[in-house]
């Protein structure tokens, strides 16, 4: 039990397709973190929300959108994604900015 | 901007064997650094997070350390074994938006 889930575990979706991830972190975290991780490539931040507000969007295009009801849920929206955003998307949190990041084990999606 | 690299790329020792893992980044400003796991198909894990103001830390068989001036962060692991194995991250916490950079990592085989 890492503190932090992610569900699915696995997606495969049709470019067409809507669908949404979701994680629940249950460290009493203020600050909850998307990141990309694709073959080959460093970790890259996608968006980040500290006391349910979105501080941080890293220039990601729009078909991904997140969503934070609470501080304890986040949610990543996709809707007409393209093959090149199969990867894996990992959720984190954090106590503070200056506290270690606590990751899920992912989801890793697939786009046909 | 900030870059973080880490060398080697992947590394392969015999079981037993003291190894150090080594992460460069381009911009001493920084809050903190923070050392990951990740095991196959899963997420990070934290193994020590180092802030600005300290030289290192350690947990058990681990110690990292941290020269800001030279913009250099070294992973020594101790008596290596084979569930060591695994991809070692490091990322830095900088800039005004406090946001994690990601090196690409070292993927560790220790060999029994």
């Known amino acids: 039990e890492t503190g932090v889930t992610q569900t699915p575990r696995h997606l495969v979706m049709g470019m067409t397709n809507k669908k949404s991830l979701k994680c629940e972190q249950h460290?009493?975290?203020?600050?909850m973190y998307w990141y990309k991780q694709s073959a080959k490539k460093p970790l890259e931040l996608m968006f980040v929300?500290?006391?349910?507000?979105?501080?941080e969007n890293n220039s990601v295009p729009s078909r991904f959108s997140p969503e934070c009801p609470n501080s304890s849920h986040l949610f990543l929206h996709l809707h007409t994604l393209q093959p090149e955003d199969s990867a894996l998307y990992l959720c984190?949190?954090?106590?503070?900015?200056?506290?270690?990041?606590?990751f899920g084990n992912g989801t890793r999606l697939t786009v046909t | 901007k900030q870059e973080v690299t880490q060398i080697p790329a992947a590394l392969s020792v015999p079981e037993g064997e003291n190894l150090v893992l080594n992460c460069s980044f381009t911009?001493?400003?920084?809050?903190?650094l923070q050392w990951f796991r990740q095991d196959p198909g899963k997420g990070l894990t934290s193994l020590l997070l180092i802030q600005s103001s300290q030289r290192e830390q350690t947990s058990g068989r681990l110690n990292a350390s941290l020269d800001k001036s030279s913009g250099r962060s070294t992973l020594y692991i101790a008596a290596s074994q084979p569930g060591d194995s695994a991809t070692y991250l490091c990322a830095v916490n900088s800039g005004s938006a406090r946001q994690l950079t990601f090196g690409s990592g070292t993927q560790l085989t220790v060999l029994p």
């Open positions: 929300y500290n006391f349910k507000e979105q501080t």
């Open positions: 911009d001493s400003a920084i809050y903190n």
């Open positions: 984190a949190s954090s106590q503070a900015y200056n506290s270690p990041l606590h």
């Open positions: 460290l009493g975290h203020n600050a």
